[in-house]
């Protein structure tokens, strides 16, 4: 009985997690340093990460992340260290920058269920006054994490745009 108790309080527990884990959670288009996210349970999902671009603008740094329709369940946040705690173990983060955070995509098809594929992205050390690098960190059941490199522990906000579907994060200067 006691083993049967506890199993149902562990899957309430993991229940409860989970659905903290997938609120939305602070303010879109406002400048700030903590974590955003997003969860759209009534919209129709995104599955395929098609295009990432990045661009230099008037006092502020840009990433583009485009994808196929609807919108998708996401999350950025800057990391306290240099370090991405993963399930599969903690992973060192080798990109260039000072300060990194961590853009994870939830609900993500692997796969030939992508409808669109993302083939490349800037990949390289960039020169903007705050954004570095950026890197794809890979996907693990159905979570796709970029690694975004910065100089200084700026202030970012991030849009949701349609027509096409995106995610766009800027970094003030």
Not at 136 to 141: K, L, Q, T, V
Request: a positive charge; one cysteine or more.
């Amino acid at each position: 009985m006691i083993k049967i108790i506890t199993f149902f309080s562990l899957i309430l527990a993991l229940v409860i997690v989970g659905q903290a884990q997938f609120q939305s959670e602070g303010k879109l288009n406002v400048w700030t340093t903590e974590k955003v996210q997003r969860n759209h349970e009534t919209e129709n999902y995104s599955t395929g990460l098609c295009k990432v671009r990045v661009s230099r603008n008037k006092g502020f740094d840009r990433v583009v992340f485009e994808f196929d329709r609807g919108k998708t369940d996401w999350v950025i946040q800057y990391l306290p260290s240099k370090v991405l705690p993963t399930e599969g173990g903690d992973r060192e983060i080798k990109i260039a920058g000072n300060h990194f955070l961590v853009f994870f995509i939830y609900n993500f098809a692997v796969g030939d269920e992508m409808p669109c594929k993302l083939k490349t992205y800037p990949k390289e050390k960039l020169n903007f006054p705050v954004l570095m690098q950026i890197e794809e960190g890979g996907s693990f059941e159905g979570i796709l994490d970029f690694m975004i490199g910065v100089k200084d522990r700026k202030p970012f906000r991030v849009k949701e745009l349609r027509n096409p579907s995106r995610v766009v994060i800027d970094f003030k200067r």
